[in-house]
């Protein structure tokens, strides 16, 4: 069965630090998504990617399509980053349009 | 507002009372999907729908039921709900998977069930 890999499982960091986030995956896939889920439970998308680097304010995201391997970051860390995120990928092949791994716990003190 | 909208937010039940929890979206998208969340287990995909009158199997199935009769709603049916349901259950929909810059998930708030 194709899996999602996602490492750290928990991370905390102190505020101001650069985080990295990794996510790796098994086959081809045709999208990777990054999630993020605030305690309280709420999910919101952070990014899709296919290929490439995305950015969006301090959060940046990579996809290395021959390492299978994704990483999110998160420069200059603030208490409020303290989320859990997941890293979600479509499968080229399967019956299950994606696949989620188990998430990635940060917490970001002051 | 675009938005994915899922009722009741929270609910205790008992075994084998038939309820369904409904889920809508205003974003006119094609695919929508079912997930529940348990502690230690992350997301899994319950059933998902392509488009209208068009579902599928996830990973975990066994125990619900699902329809999709109009492009915004996508209710999830548990026909006779047991303790094992007990969990936290999320909505999404996307405008569609398979094009890169449509492919934007937008989830509901979570709909936690007890099944006493």
């Known amino acids: 069965k194709n899996e999602v890999e996602q490492s750290p499982q928990n991370l905390t960091a102190q505020e101001g630090e650069f985080i990295t986030i990794n996510c790796s995956y098994s086959v081809g896939i045709s999208a990777l998504h990054w999630l993020q889920q605030h305690p309280g439970g709420g999910i919101v998308s952070l990014f899709m990617l296919s290929s490439g680097k995305k950015k969006h304010g301090r959060l940046i995201a990579t996809i290395n399509i021959q390492e299978k391997h994704s990483s999110l970051h998160i420069t200059a860390s603030h208490p409020r980053d303290s989320a859990v995120y997941i890293c979600a990928v479509r499968y080229n092949s399967g019956n299950t349009p994606l696949v989620f791994g188990k998430g990635t716990r940060l917490s970001v003190i002051a | ?116």
Not at chain 2, 2 to 7: D, E, G, M, P, Y
Not at chain 2, 64 to 78: A, D, G
């Open chain 2, 1 to 116: 507002e675009a938005q994915v909208t899922q009722n009741p937010r929270y609910l205790i039940t008992v075994t084998g009372k038939k309820l369904t929890v409904t889920c809508s979206q205003n974003m006119n998208h094609e695919y929508m999907s079912w997930y529940r969340q348990d502690p230690g287990l992350g997301l899994r995909q319950i059933y998902y729908s392509m488009n209208v009158e068009v579902t599928d199997k996830g990973d975990v199935p066994e125990g619900y039921k699902v329809s999709r009769k109009e492009k915004r709603n996508f209710p999830l049916i548990l026909e006779s709900p047991s303790p094992n349901q007990t969990s936290l259950y999320f909505c999404a929909s996307s405008l569609s998977l398979g094009i890169a810059n449509t492919g934007e998930l937008f989830f509901g708030e979570g709909s936690r069930l007890t099944v006493l």
